[in-house]
T-cell receptor, first 113, second 112 residues
Framework: AQSVAQPEDQVNVAEGNPLTVKCTYS??????LFWYVQYPNRGLQFLLK??????LVKGSYGFEAEFNKSQTSFHLKKPSALVSDSALYFC???????????FGPGTRLSVLP | DAGVIQSPRHEVTEMGQEVTLRCKPI?????LFWYRQTMMRGLELLIY????????DSGMPEDRFSAKMPNASFSTLKIQPSEPRDSAVYFC??????????FGQGTRLTVV
């Protein structure tokens, strides 16, 4: 069965510092990996994706993520955090044969001024 | 495109009543997903469609839940009868094959 783990429920970081939100996955075959962000009372917004090619992918708002096949990880990173980055972040994997998305439990990011 | 459109945004109903949630996917997308989000259970996939055909409904909690997609531009999620434990935010999302999904703003359902 496919699964996504986000080992940290909460991540706190000071404004201006680098941030990392961790994600590991378990899937049969080649994974399609995604990061989404959710602000209060809003839907999920797409940030970035890995389908194939370069392991480092860049997305919206200065976020990037690195696909590591040997560690089955897809950590989200940003060099300098902003207070406005505070939100709930979801990692997701899309399974090829079924085409549905499996989401992780989410990580709440708090950027402190 | 206006994105995925869900209605209503908020619904408050009494236990035992029928509730219908509506979704208009992005034009041209051939996958449609219904998710439910709660504090306790996080984001759960209820059902998804491909080309208007239900592919996997194993996430539908009970027979009280049903979903339809009569055409490529419209889907409904119905709960009959509703119960307080159905209170949650329900999201609809659409996508093409392989690509990311685009989510609607959600319907916040409260059953009293």
């Amino acid at each position: 069965a496919q699964s996504v783990a986000q080992p940290e429920d909460q991540v706190n970081v000071a404004e201006g510092n680098p941030l990392t939100v961790k994600c590991t996955y378990s899937v049969s075959g080649n994974p399609y990996l995604f990061w989404y962000v959710q602000y209060p009372n809003r839907g999920l917004q797409f940030l970035l994706k890995y389908i194939t090619g370069d392991n480092l992918v860049k997305g919206s708002y200065g976020f990037e993520a690195e696909f590591n096949k040997s560690q089955t990880s897809f950590h989200l990173k940003k060099p300098s955090a902003l207070v406005s980055d505070s939100a709930l972040y979801f990692c997701a994997v899309r399974v090829f044969y079924g085409q549905n998305f499996v989401f992780g439990p989410g990580t709440r990011l708090s950027v402190l001024p | 495109d206006a994105g995925v459109i869900q209605s209503p945004r908020h619904e408050v109903t009494e236990m035992g009543q029928e509730v219908t949630l509506r979704c208009k996917p992005i034009s041209g997308h051939d996958y449609l997903f219904w998710y439910r989000q709660t504090m306790m259970r996080g984001l759960e996939l209820l059902i998804y469609f491909n080309n208007n055909v239900p592919i996997d409904d194993s996430g539908m909690p009970e027979d009280r839940f049903s979903a339809k997609m009569p055409n490529a531009s419209f889907s409904t999620l119905k709960i009959q009868p509703s119960e307080p434990r159905d209170s949650a935010v329900y999201f609809c999302a659409s996508s093409l094959r392989v690509t990311e999904a685009f989510f609607g703003q959600g319907t916040r359902l409260t059953v009293v």
